[in-house]
């Protein structure tokens, strides 16, 4: 309990300083765990072999771990102190307030009452009225300000009290608010060394949800929301260090989800999003219990059939194995040896609500000379990611390797709803008109933390159902790309590539002679009109109001050799077809072998 005497000695510069110290931890942490992952893990994964490497590879594992959980919950730490100080800082100023307006002659009491003279017009004495003042009782904490009545000393005295009072009551409340979550930070008894557990990430989250709920310091209301990757970037811009630093560790999601500002912030925020998720579904998980017998035998007559307890337990695992499965293949990624050549990675979405959503980019792209953007199309989930971060994985690997001296950044953008079914959803628009925006803010971002559109030679590739995404952005608004690249494309909702917001001979397509997509894309709709002539091989087969998809000579887009067959494998290693989109990606226009 705060008393009025604690509140005015209170030195708030104390707070403030054992917050920097707080921060200061929390930074080194971060630090400590980017050296550990990305110079340590990788070169023992790389070099070591054996049970002592697997024992050594699982204690760093951990430790990345220890100060991931060191660098949430110091940030914390500092945050609520921060909070608390600055908090504070009205409530004394308010009693300071009220105690400079007491004038010498009032007394302020250990409890908070103000003793005052009695104004000297109100004193009786037995001759002509002439006499001192007399001190008027101590005027208790009573509600309502100026209840003197015809004594002004003891309506001042009164309001003086109840400022008092209701500086102390603020103080409290503040103080209470901030008490719980600060006693809560801090390891659990028990826990030695290097065991971080899941429990304990789990238990960081609640932390944040915590500091979130009693904190008034920083409102998440503050961050932008709906503006332009521009004035995202202008009100991170603004923000001094500390600031900043308080956002990503108190609302970790929004900031990592904050299209305009740097990749490095987004991918440290989205990383703790990342590490508290993971441990909270595996907690999830586990709290199923054990598996049942598959397969019983009828107690009547004998036969063998599968036990509902163990159809329903599967039921129950299978959306959290699901998302695992797509978390730890961001993970797996992260932990590529170096043997691999990949740069490091860079997390700038991660979401998994619904179906999920992800974003993983190799090598930063605020600084690389040539950025690719692939947007994945039909059944796309957090689950599968793996897959499609292993095309942009061969795609920075050719890319990579035909620019010398240059740095490449190719994503993966998982940043939308994509259709989960052939029939009937891939056959609808309303999935690329909800994520086309998305994407183009996306793309807006990049642009601006790069520092303008002159600053990266920037490719966005659309794979399947992701190209009509991509159509439809460049359609709806100003796509940021010098280049589009569209594989296995159902249509665009174009007929003409010069229809498309891309500089003219600018866009170029693929398509596998066994691929089924662009002809069923047909049939649902997806391509667009145009008057014109359809030819097979410069032969005229169809004229008049036609409908045509990225892959049909009509439509205008450069049609690129392709080597590879089906819908899937046009990021195959070492194949024409990756070569092709590759030379696109780094501006090597006269490479392309064209069909």
Not at 176 to 181: N, S
Not at 215 to 239: H, M, T, V
């Amino acid at each position: 309990m705060i008393t009025w005497q604690q509140l005015e000695k209170l030195d708030l510069k104390e707070y403030q300083d054992a917050a920097d110290g707080w921060g200061k931890v929390s930074s080194r942490a971060n630090s400590a765990k980017d050296r550990v992952d990305n110079e340590m893990l990788g070169k023992l994964r790389e070099t070591q072999k054996g049970k002592t490497a697997d024992a050594a590879i699982g204690d760093l594992t951990r430790l990345s771990r220890n100060y991931q959980y060191i660098h949430t919950e110091c940030g914390l730490i500092r945050t609520a102190l921060n909070g608390l100080a600055s908090e504070l800082a009205a409530p004394q100023r308010k009693l300071k307030n009220a105690l400079a307006d007491a004038p010498k002659t009032f007394t302020v009491k250990p409890d908070g009452s103000v003793e005052y003279p009695v104004a000297p017009a109100l004193i009786k004495t037995p001759d002509s009225g002439s006499g001192t003042a007399a001190p008027g009782a101590p005027v208790p904490l009573l509600p309502g300000k100026a209840e003197g009545g015809g004594d002004a000393n003891k309506a001042l005295a009164e309001q003086i009290a109840e400022d008092i009072a209701a500086a102390v009551r603020e103080a409290n409340e503040i103080d209470g608010r901030y008490a719980g979550v600060l006693r809560k930070l801090k390891i659990p008894d028990g826990v030695k060394g290097l065991d971080i557990t899941d429990e304990m990430f789990a238990d960081a989250a609640s932390d944040t949800r915590d500091l979130q709920k009693a904190s008034k310091y920083r409102e998440e209301s503050e961050i932008p929301k709906g503006k332009s990757p521009a004035d995202n970037a202008k009100w991170w811009n603004d923000l001094p260090q500390e600031k900043r630093d308080e956002y990503a560790t108190m609302y970790p999601a929004s900031i990592g989800a904050l299209d305009g500002i740097p990749s490095a912030v987004r991918d440290d925020a989205n990383r703790m999003v990342l590490a508290e998720t993971r441990a909270q579904t595996q907690l999830d998980l586990n709290a199923i219990g054990p598996e049942p017998e598959k397969y019983i035998k009828h107690p009547g007559h004998g036969r063998t059939y599968r036990n509902p307890a163990w159809t329903e337990w599967s039921e129950k695992r299978a959306p959290y194995v699901a998302k695992l499965a797509g978390m730890d293949a961001i993970q797996k990624r992260f932990d590529a040896p170096p043997s691999e050549g990949l740069p490091q990675a860079f997390l700038l979405g991660f979401d998994d609500k619904g179906t999920g959503r992800a974003i993983i980019a190799n090598g930063n792209p605020d600084t690389a000379t040539n950025t690719a953007v692939y947007v994945p199309g039909t059944t796309s989930r957090l689950e599968g990611i793996g897959g499609d971060i292993n095309r942009m994985t061969e795609m920075w690997r050719e890319a990579n390797s035909q620019a010398p001296g240059e740095t490449t950044s190719t994503i993966t953008w998982l940043g939308y709803d994509p259709p989960q079914s052939i029939v009937p959803e891939a056959m609808e628009k309303d999935w690329a008109y909800n994520g086309s925006p998305k994407l183009n803010n996306f793309m807006d971002g990049l642009e601006t933390a790069q520092g303008g559109a002159d600053k990266s030679h920037t490719t966005v590739i659309g794979h399947s159902y992701g190209s009509t995404v991509v159509g439809d952005a460049s359609n709806s608004g100003d796509l940021s790309a010098d280049d589009i690249v569209v594989a296995g494309s159902p249509g665009m909702m174009v007929g003409d590539a010069d229809d498309l917001d891309a500089p003219k001979g600018h866009v170029w397509s693929e398509a596998a002679w066994n691929d089924p997509v662009p002809a069923g894309g047909k049939l649902a709709g997806l391509g667009g009109y145009k008057w014109g002539v359809e030819t097979w091989n410069g032969i005229p087969f169809n004229a008049g109001y036609v409908q045509t998809v990225p892959s049909d000579e009509a439509f205008g887009a450069h049609r690129m050799d392709v080597d590879t067959s089906g819908h899937s494998d046009y990021w195959k290693r070492d194949s024409i077809s990756l070569k092709n989109q590759a030379f696109v990606v780094v501006g090597n226009y006269g490479d392309v072998e064209e069909d």
